[in-house]
């Protein structure tokens, strides 16, 4: 007579067959897994833009939500605060 397995339990002896079987579908999962992602990754990437690259001495503007500022309503800040001289 064998006991029913508790919920969260791990068996402590596995049948070798089922065993193999467990492993060649995760590996097979992991494989569709790695295709899924290339794929996803390469329509993602075709949508990015790459960084603009900035010359020394030229003037940018920069964001001002990475900023604190003394303004007391977020409402009535400037978007951008600038323009500054890139230096390095």
Do not use: W
Request: include cysteine.
């Amino acid at each position: 007579m064998t006991r029913p397995c508790r919920i969260g339990s791990t068996p402590t002896h596995a049948h070798p067959i089922k065993q193999s079987l467990f492993d060649q579908l995760h590996v097979k999962l992991k494989e569709q897994i790695k295709l899924a992602q290339s794929r996803y990754q390469v329509l993602a990437n075709s949508k990015r833009s790459s960084a603009p690259e900035f010359a020394i001495g030229s003037h940018v503007f920069v964001k001002a939500q990475f900023f604190h500022t003394t303004q007391p309503s977020k409402k009535l800040t400037k978007k951008y605060l600038g323009p500054f001289k890139v230096i390095a």
